[in-house]
Structures are given as C-alpha cells and as structure tokens.
C-alpha cells in the first residue's frame, strides 16, 4: 500500500547501489537542459528563468511519483508552443508580462489537477486512443509553427507579436529587404554549428545544443552585439524558484479551461509515450496511471514554485537512458545540478544572443517533423493520411486544441467506420473437403438448404446495419432456411446486436429453420446470457465446433431436396 501511494519507495533501494551511475547520468542531463530551457521558454513566451524554474520542479516530483526510470519531465517544445497558444488569446507577453505568468501558472495548476483526476479515475488506457498519426501530424505542425515564429529572431524584423502563421510568413517576405544581416550571420552561423556538431563530431554530438549557443555567443560578441542589433537574452534573476500561489478565480478558470485539458491530454500523451519507447529497451513495465498521477503532481507543484507546464521529454529521456541511469535519482541530480548552475553561473547566461537562440530553435522545429512516418503513412494508408494532414494543417491554420480533437475525432470515426463493416464471407467446400470463402475458390460446392457464413468483427450498433443487410440478401432466398454461423472471429456483442440477433433467429425459425452458431466466444455470450437472449434464440443453436453443429443441421434439413441433390457438400450427405 505504502509503495503504491510513494512509488519512490520501490526504487530508492536499488539507487544506493546505482548512485554513481545516476551521478553521472545526472550531470549529462543538466548539460542537455541549460540551453533547452531558455529556448522552451522563449517558445512559451516567458522570460528564460522560468525554463529553468520548469527544468527543476517537475522532474523531480514526477520521479518521486511516476512510473518510468528512465522518464525526464521538464519544459517540452510541444507542451511550450500550446500554453503560447492558449495564454497569447488573454494576454500579449509583450505588453504585461506579469500577467502572462500569472495566467500561466494557472493553466499548468488545471492541468495539472486534470491530470491526477484522470490517473485516480484509472483512465490510463485513454492515451491508446490517440492515434500515432495524431501525434505525428500534431508535432509536425508544432515544429513548423515553431519555426515560423522565430523567423523575426533569424532576420531581426519586427513582427507584430502574436501574429498568425500565414500572417508572420507574408510580414517576413513583405520585409525581407529589411533583414539586419548582422542578426542573420548570428542565427545561420549558430544552426550551422550545431549541425556540424550533431552529424560530424560523434563525440560531442550530444551537447551540440550547448556548443552552438556558446559560439554562437562568441559570435555575436565579434560582430559588435547589441551595438549592432543583436538582441540577447538580458538578465537572468540568479535564485531558486520563488513561491507563488496561482490566482483561481471564476474568470481565469473559465477561460482557460479548455485549454488545460488539450494541454493536460497532450502533456499525457507526450509522457506515457516516452516511457513506453524507452521501456522496449529496458523491460520495465509502465503503469500509465501512476505516469499520470506522476505528471499531475509534478505540474500541481510546479505552479506553486513559479513554473510552467511540463512533460516528459524524449530528447533528455533519451540522453538520460544512454548516459547509464539506472533509477529515477538521475532526474533529481540534474535538477540540482541546475540549481547550483542558476545561482552560481546566471550571469553568464544573460549574454546569450536571441538570434542565436532563434536559429537553435529552427532546427528544434525541424526536427519534430518526422519525415521518415510521414512517408511510411503516405505509401501505407490513405485513412491515416487524412487524420495527418488534417492534424497537421489545423495545427497551422486554427486553434492547437481545436486541431488535436479534429485529428482525434477524425481517426476515431475512422476506425468506428473499419469496425462498423465486419467481414462476412459465405464458405463453400473445396475438392480438398475443407470449407473456404466461395470468393478465393469459384470451384467451392455449397448446400442449397444450409448457408455457412463467417463474420470477422463485432455485432454491435454501428454495424447492424452491413450484418442485418447481409441476413436479409440471404432471407430473399427461396430454398435458405438453415444458416450457421462461423462466430470465432466475433469480438464481441453489445445489446442492440444481441436484441437484433434474438429478432433475426425468430424470423428464421418462423419460416422453418433457424441461425445456428459455432464457437463463439465465451466472452462474446456474457450479454446473450444475462439478457436471456440466448434462450431466445435457443441453447440447443450453440455449438462448440463446426463439425458437430453441421452434423445435428443435418438431421433438420428437407430429406426430399437431399434426395435429388448431387452437390455432397457433406460428409453425411454419402450415407
């Protein structure tokens, strides 16, 4: 029970063994996050503190109380883009900042809330629902937006703040003229190092985030800095996260509500998904619903400590897993390396130029559009192309929430569709004497008196319509009376089919025969039985097996057609 409400007490004991491991990971993770911070926030439209406020609070409640390892939580570019979004529509950062932050807080307090309800309630499962393609079309136009809006740091153009994407676009290619070349220089030179780095310089190819803002620093200096327009960060307050009550009233909760749950959804999702890649490599379990209560406590603290939303992070997890850590500790040494680092080190960081900055974040922005399952979706499925492109573009074009429910919605009805058409295919018997789909064998001989379907999917309400279709075709048949039914492959069956299939047996025991049914599922049969459905359509119509069921059919059907029939689809149609 204790480990259950303090997961940490599962894992504190194997740290004393691994702490060295973690030590190190811990650092690493400290190196990763600096720069990530300051441009996360810079994504969020908050000053650079509150990355780094963010990057100390919440991996550290989310290890003490998730369920991954390996997971870092902290500020995301997804989770920064979308609280951007949500907060921009009240307050313009530029204009009162200290009520862009209040607002803030409040928002990742109700996500916060949101999602620790939703890990009691046990609504873990909930992220299964959310297809890949969502996602990959959700991070993709987050990485595109992204881009875009940090294209006034790239050419040092002055765009009206919270301007929209095809808005930023035509403003920056209207005044292309106007780009201050020093900015430019600055911002190409910083991604150029940070490319080379990453692809070229194997051994330093993880901290290449760090090297390119440091020279990009050094660049701007040579080129005359401020001096010449190079904007840079300014000064960084060097103290630990300061307390701060987030302001709940009626009017903030109300406007910002739907917002903490796109926010709350995506930051779950983002989370649970992580642990998952990184425990393929690892075997550890992950319970979803403690990663859900993990990130809900995490942000619940986190906006009382002056700190915006976070999840889980893939690039930092990722890092984290392959520098060695072997237990959560990791997490918490980097949080507190980064502490050290805010209050020993903070000066330097106000030197760091926004151009700089802006060309690191065009190649985050690049880098969260996954080109290789873009392709693989647009060769595989036509379907799941649509809920991409829809995801992606609503992304670029409306509200963030409003594009991840479209894309959501979008893939749900396309599976109801899929289900909603179960496979039905009627078996004839081949030379070999086995039955198989008259459709895959013209050749296949099948009984004038006795039909055999098999249905693949589910009998419930969205696919009535295709099954009873099906029964009727069949009923317009003068000589069908007898139809048995191949049900292994039925999943299941709600109560509007079993209503349905009580209904289709009476009619064709009415006409003098009946539907029979072999090998259905135990589990497909829980509502038949409680709702006396079964009885309905009669005990003796269920079978076990194919073989047995056909052998009591028999026994039923028209002796005088039998007589002067020549097909012997059966065995018992010899004798």
């Known amino acids: 029970m204790l480990q259950r409400i303090f997961p940490f007490l599962t894992w504190l004991p194997l740290a004393k063994k691994s702490w060295k491991d973690d030590l190190i990971a811990g650092i690493t993770g400290t190196i990763i996050v600096i720069p990530q911070a300051v441009a996360f926030a810079m994504i969020a ?16 409640i989310a290890a003490l109380f998730g369920s991954s390892y390996h997971l870092i939580s902290g500020p995301t570019t997804a989770i920064s883009i979308v609280v951007f979004a949500t907060i921009n529509k009240f307050v313009d950062p530029a204009n009162d900042i200290e009520q ?7 928002l990742t307090f109700m996500a916060g809330i949101i999602q620790f309800a939703m890990g009691l309630a046990k609504m873990g499962k909930l992220v299964n629902f959310v297809s890949h393609s969502v996602i990959i079309g959700f991070t993709a136009g987050a990485g595109i937006l992204i881009a875009i809006k940090q294209l006034k740091y790239v050419f040092g153009l002055d765009v009206p703040q919270g301007s929209s994407f095809y808005a930023i676009l035509k403003h920056v290619i209207s005044n292309i003229s106007d780009t201050n070349w020093y900015v430019f220089g600055v911002a190409i030179g910083t991604m150029a190092i ?28 040579l080129l005359g800095s401020e001096s010449n327009g190079i904007e840079t960060v300014g000064k960084i307050p060097s103290n630990l996260p300061p307390f701060r009550m987030p302001q709940l009233n009626l009017t903030n909760i109300r406007n910002l509500s739907s917002g903490a749950i796109t926010v709350a959804l995506l930051g779950l999702i983002e989370a649970v998904a992580i642990a998952r890649s990184i425990s ?10 403690q ?38 500790m990791s997490a918490i040494f980097a949080a507190l390396f980064l502490m050290i680092v805010l209050l020993l ?52 074009f409306f509200e963030l929430e409003t594009a991840l429910f479209l894309g959501i919605a979008l893939s749900l009805f396309f599976y109801l569709e899929r289900t909603a058409k179960p496979n039905i295919a009627v078996l004839g018997s081949s030379k070999t004497h086995r ?19 098999r249905i693949d ?29 191949i049900a292994n492959g039925i999943n299941f069956i709600d109560l509007a089919g079993a209503a349905w299939l009580a209904h289709e047996a009476e009619k064709w025991q009415i006409r003098g025969g009946g539907i029979y049914f072999s090998g259905l599922k135990i589990v497909s049969q829980q509502i038949l039985k409680k709702g006396g459905f079964r009885d309905q359509i009669g005990l003796d119509n269920f079978y076990l097996d194919k073989k047995t069921a056909i052998e009591d059919i028999y026994k039923k059907l028209d002796n005088n057609i039998c007589a002067t029939c020549n097909v012997n689809v059966f065995d018992e149609c010899n004798s």
């Not at 039955?435 to 379907?453: G, H, M, S, W, Y």
């Open 457 to 485: 999917g589910s009998i419930y309400f969205g696919a009535l319509e295709v099954v009873s279709d099906f029964f009727n075709n069949l009923y317009d048949e003068d000589n069908i009376k007898h139809v048995l039914v």
């Open 45 to 60: 439209g908050l000053p650079p503190v509150y990355g780094f406020y963010t990057a100390m609070i919440t991996p550290v």
């Open 291 to 328: 990663e859900f209560k993990g990130q809900g406590l995490s942000n619940i603290v986190a906006s009382f400590f002056s700190s915006y939303m976070g999840s889980g992070s893939f690039t930092r997890s990722g890092v984290n897993y392959q520098a060695g850590a072997k237990t959560p």
């Open 435 to 453: 039955f198989i789909n008259i459709l895959r064998d013209t050749n296949a001989k099948e009984c004038p008196q006795l039909k055999i379907v």
């Open 194 to 221: 940070a490319i080379l780095v990453k692809n070229f310089i194997k051994p330093l190819s993880r901290y290449y985030m760090l090297i390119a803002m440091v020279l990009g620093s050094f660049m701007a200096i």
């Open 345 to 396: 080190f903070s000066d330097y960081a106000a030197y760091l130029p926004k151009p700089a900055m802006g060309g690191i974040i065009l190649l985050v922005g690049y880098n969260l559009i996954d080109f290789h399952h873009i392709k693989q979706v647009f060769k595989s499925s036509g379907r799941e192309l649509i809920v991409l492109s829809t995801t992606l573009f609503g992304t670029l």
């Open 100 to 106: 862009y932050v209040t607002l803030t807080l409040v």
């Open 280 to 289: 393929l490599s690892t075997y550890q379990r992950i319970d979803a619903n």
